[in-house]
Every structure is written in structure tokens, then in C-alpha cells.
């Protein structure tokens, strides 16, 4: 599965982005789908996902009621929306996948196994 982000940019607090993840490769709609994010100096940090079949949602409790994950199967492309961005949400964005062997998507970035290349999202103050 090859990934592609994109959709980053520079933002002031208050506003919104919508983070897109293109995939291609192989059926989409059997994947597990995640978005992680790695802020200067700190280690990634799992911000949501979304199950293979669509049925169970996680998301971080840092972005709980701001972001919202959604995913088009027909399109290969799982997003981000992100609303009510705060400056502490500028980091580098990645989405992720792994096979939907499990009905939960996993949290820990180590549990999937193909990642896209990053979009730097900043919000300025």
C-alpha cells in the first residue's frame, strides 16, 4: 500500500484544515486506517482512526470534538478534519494503514505497517 498526504498548511488558532491520505496498491477497504502526528522535539503521537468496516472510531483525547476521521472507500481516501486548531496542534501529520486482521484499529504506531510521508500542519497564534 503506497499513502500520500497531503492538505497541511499554515493556519491561525480558531481555524481549519482538512488533511487528505490518497491510497493505492491494493484494496483500500481491508485496511486499518490512522493519523499520527510528530511535533518538533517530541515523540509521534497517535491522533485517530478508523476501523477497516468503518464501525469503530477512535480519536485522541487531545482532539476529541475538534477532529473528525472519515474515509472514501470509493476514492481510496481516508481524511482529517480538523477544526478549532490550537497552536499546539503544529506538527507533521502522517497517515498510516495496516490489513484489518483485528475488528479495532490499533493506537500504537508501531502496529501499522505503511505510512505516507507526512504534511506539516502549523498554527500560529
Known amino acids: 500500500v503506497q499513502l500520500q498526504a497531503s492538505g497541511g498548511g499554515l493556519v491561525q488558532a480558531g481555524g481549519s484544515l482538512r488533511l487528505s491520505c490518497a491510497a493505492s496498491g491494493r484494496a483500500f477497504s481491508n485496511y486499518h486506517m490512522g493519523w499520527f502526528r510528530q511535533a518538533p522535539g517530541k515523540e509521534r503521537e497517535f491522533v485517530a482512526a478508523?476501523?477497516?468496516?468503518?464501525?469503530?472510531?477512535y480519536y485522541a483525547e487531545s482532539v476529541q470534538g475538534r477532529f473528525s476521521i472519515s474515509r472514501d472507500n470509493a476514492k481510496n481516501t481516508v481524511y482529517l478534519q480538523m477544526n478549532s486548531l490550537k497552536p499546539e496542534d503544529t506538527a507533521v501529520y502522517y497517515c498510516a494503514a495496516v490489513f484489518g486482521e483485528s475488528y479495532l484499529p490499533p493506537k500504537l504506531g508501531d502496529q501499522y505497517d505503511y505510512w505516507g510521508q507526512g504534511t506539516q500542519v502549523t498554527v500560529s497564534s
Open positions: 478508523f476501523n477497516w468496516s468503518g464501525g469503530r472510531i
